[in-house]
């Protein structure tokens, strides 16, 4: 806020001094005020101009006087009380009387005079007699007051003209008890009457106020000269920022976020398409043209399952970590150096916690026995003997539904199940994993 003024008000700031400067300040303008009329707090301003107060003149009156005493203090000089009478000799008995009138009441009384005193008693006395029957008046109108309310109420069945009757009297003793703190007139009439000694004069009231400095500009509501430019409002949030309000974009500005959106997806797509060849052919290692054991099954063949490498416990921790990080199972198949479709049936079937029924996965406590060629072959003996898949099991200590996949997912070279132990014929080793 600015501190610049106007006329005819003039705003000195507070500057605090040290003893030394106040008394050189101090001095220079006492010997100022002798000569200069409009220093002094009781100069007159008549049509000639400004000029000394007729009572106290060039020396200065009851202000100026301090003022040399304090100037005298802070020089180092110690001053002795002053009396009335050399008071009165220096300044006149009628400064001093228009400075201080209450010591000049109580100077009246001379010494061993009792009677300002005395009455000083006697109009204390009668104000506490005034106080006393005031406060028994008070009381017989209340008491009054309530016993017909009272009488009211008891006679309320009596009729209208009862009723009436107890409106006039309860109307009479409003009017009769309207004292100041009674509470008969209305609350607002009574607290200005009970409180009105206790109110703040004008005069206090602005004494009290503060200094209000500023701008013109700043102390009202913004004004804008004709023609001119208004200012312009903004508006902010609960962070102090202003808020920019929304426009519509025009033509230029959609065609552009419209060619930007376009490289975006293109850049996205040569990526997708980058990474692509990667991943197929970290998925097609482990099958080869050329190895008659490792080479893609035509259509309707199934090949003989190579010895399995079981998943570490740092490779399954792996795919956990990746597949929570949003990487596909061929870029998790490539970085382990394994089959896509291991990875997939892995991750699906052993470690996927999304699955509901636990007996889809395999129990991570239980130990995993895997298939020998012994026992792969054993199980096609039988099987062309038509031994059922339920003594197979009972014979190799194994479940019926381990046997019966393995049998149909690897070991099976033409004929297809029976009607009654499956479905439909498989034509393919590859599993499809669960949604």
């Not at 001119?228 to 500005?253: I, N, S």
Request: aromatic share 6%; net charge neutral.
């Amino acid at each position: 806020m600015s501190n610049k003024t106007f006329p005819p008000l003039v705003h000195h700031k507070t500057v605090y001094l040290q003893p030394a400067d106040a008394a050189k300040s101090l001095a220079a303008y006492l010997e100022k005020s002798r000569k200069c009329a409009h220093l002094h707090p009781d100069a007159w301003l008549d049509p000639t101009g400004i000029r000394f107060g007729p009572k106290s003149g060039p020396n200065g009156g009851w202000a100026i006087h301090h003022l040399r005493r304090i100037e005298a203090g802070l020089r180092g000089e110690s001053l002795a009380v002053e009396s009335r009478d050399d008071l009165a000799a220096q300044l006149g008995e009628e400064v001093l009387k228009e400075q201080d009138p209450y010591a000049t009441r109580v100077e009246e009384a001379s010494a061993g005079d009792d009677s300002r005193v005395d009455s000083i008693i006697e109009g204390t006395q009668h104000k506490n007699e005034d106080e006393k029957s005031r406060k028994k008046r008070e009381k017989k109108e209340r008491t009054r007051r309530e016993m017909a309310e009272r009488e009211g109420r008891a006679s309320t069945s009596a009729g209208g003209e009862s009723n009436n009757k107890r409106k006039r009297d309860i109307a009479d003793s409003h009017v009769e008890s309207g004292a100041p703190g009674t509470g008969a007139n209305t609350p607002f009439a009574d607290s200005m009457a009970a409180h009105s000694e206790t109110w703040q004069t004008q005069q206090e009231y602005e004494q009290d106020q503060d200094v209000l400095e500023g701008e013109i500009g700043e102390r009202s509501a913004p004004a804008v000269k004709q023609g001119g430019v208004p200012p312009t409002v903004v508006q902010h949030d609960k962070q102090g920022d202003v808020v920019v309000p929304k426009r519509a974009l025009t033509a230029g500005e959609k065609a552009a976020r419209k060619a930007a959106k376009r490289a975006r997806r293109a850049e996205e797509s040569a990526a997708a398409s980058a990474a692509a060849p990667i991943a197929d052919s970290a998925a097609k290692k482990q099958f080869s043209s050329t190895d008659p054991v490792t080479r893609l099954p035509d259509d309707g063949e199934c090949l003989e399952r190579l010895d399995k490498r079981p998943f570490s416990e740092e490779e399954d921790a792996a795919i956990l970590r990746l597949k929570a990080n949003g990487v596909t199972i061929p870029m998790i198949a490539a970085q382990l150096d394994r089959n896509t479709q291991s990875v997939m049936f892995r991750y699906y079937q052993h470690l996927d916690t999304s699955v509901k029924n636990p007996s889809c996965r395999g129990g991570s406590d239980a130990p995993k026995r895997f298939f020998t060629r012994a026992e792969d072959q054993q199980i096609i003996d039988w099987r062309a003997q038509d031994v059922s898949f339920l003594e197979i099991a009972r014979r190799t200590g194994r479940q019926k539904q381990t046997v019966k996949d393995r049998f149909y997912y690897y070991l099976e070279k033409r004929a297809a199940p029976s009607g009654s132990e499956r479905g439909a014929p498989r034509t393919t080793a590859h599993i499809t994993p669960p949604p």
